[in-house]
């Protein structure tokens, strides 16, 4: 029997894909995207994800994508992402990435999508639950700020 470790390789050091994950927390749904991306990958977690939330008709629907561990992402896993930002009713959705290029890039998709209002993009995890989770959220400016663990004026 084979097993394989959070870095993506067995115990032969030989590579393996990992899959996405979605996690239910309290007060939000967690959207882990792990490896290498495609339109399927992305659409089929979206989908779970949504499937898993139907049930929560009294509060609003907060999403956090985490992008730590995004691999390579293909045209189609670009479109499925635009797809479900454009088709699913979320409140907010909370964006964290440590790799400057991707933080920027999931600006400039918030910013085309027309939700920036309603999307933040931060360096880490811990500011990007306190934004989603903060009930006083001021939607204040139509421009998603890059957050680089420093809070912006």
């Known amino acids: 029997m084979k097993t394989y470790n959070e870095s993506g390789y067995d115990e032969g050091y030989n590579f393996i894909p990992m899959s996405n994950r979605v996690k239910l927390h309290d007060a939000y749904v967690e959207l882990l995207y792990i490896g290498d991306q495609t339109y399927e990958t992305v659409r089929s977690m ?3 994800a949504l499937a898993l939330t139907s049930s929560w008709t009294d509060k609003p629907l907060l999403v956090l994508a ?5 691999g390579k992402s293909t045209f189609g896993s670009r479109e499925a992402s635009w797809e479900a930002l454009k ?3 979320y409140s907010r959705v ?8 991707i933080r920027h890039l999931a600006q400039l998709v918030s910013q085309a999508a027309g939700m920036a209002d309603k999307i933040q993009v931060f360096a ?3 500011e990007a639950v306190d934004w989603l989770t903060d009930q006083n959220v001021v939607k204040s400016s139509k421009k998603a700020p890059v ?3 420093k809070k912006n004026k």
Not at 66 to 70: G, P, T, W
């Open 94 to 101: 909370a964006i964290c990435a440590g790799n400057t290029f």
């Open 66 to 70: 985490d992008l730590n561990k995004l």
């Open 124 to 126: 880490s995890r811990e």
């Open 46 to 48: 979206v989908d779970e």
């Open 87 to 89: 088709l699913v009713p």
């Open 147 to 149: 957050r680089n663990g």
